[in-house]
């Protein structure tokens, strides 16, 4: 077994959950927030069976997108002024950044 940990946009989190429960996968949806843009984001959480695997990413393929996303100038009020980019920035936030970690034990009660 396998535990699928993918962090998405927010944007696409209720169409790749609508997706997983049409093809019978249960995951867990945590709201998270990425590092670098400390904007909200969302991470999934999906066990399943090992040769599920490639099932799941094609499906998280398929309803996540990656954008561009403005970043804001950040004010160097306290912090270094050498720096500080005045004008916004653009990034590309990728679709889905997605690790497989193996599960040694699986249990439901
Ligand atoms: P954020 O950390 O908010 O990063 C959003 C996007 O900003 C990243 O998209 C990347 O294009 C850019 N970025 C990140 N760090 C950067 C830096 N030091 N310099 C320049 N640009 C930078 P993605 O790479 O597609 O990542 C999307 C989100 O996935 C991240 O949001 C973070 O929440 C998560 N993530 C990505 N890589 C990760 C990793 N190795 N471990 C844990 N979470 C990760």
């Known amino acids: 077994m ?3 940990v993918a962090v998405i946009q927010d944007k696409d ?3 790749l959950s609508d997706a997983l429960v049409e093809k019978e996968f249960q ?4 709201a998270s927030t ?3 843009l400390k904007a ?3 991470t999934l959480m999906i066990g399943v069976e090992d040769d599920k695997v490639e099932q799941v990413l094609d ?3 398929e309803n996540c997108q990656a954008r561009e996303q403005l970043v804001a100038p950040i004010s160097p ?9 005045p004008y916004p920035v653009e990034v590309q936030v990728g679709g ?4 497989i970690l193996p599960v040694e034990q699986f249990e439901k009660f």
Do not use: C, E
């Open 34 to 36: 990425g590092g670098f």
């Open 59 to 61: 499906i998280i393929r």
């Open 40 to 42: 909200g984001n969302s």
């Open 13 to 15: 989190s209720a169409r």
């Open 2 to 4: 396998k535990l699928i």
């Open 77 to 85: 009020m306290g912090g270094n002024a050498d720096s500080y980019v």
């Open 96 to 99: 889905a950044t997605v690790f």
């Open 27 to 30: 995951a867990t949806k945590l």
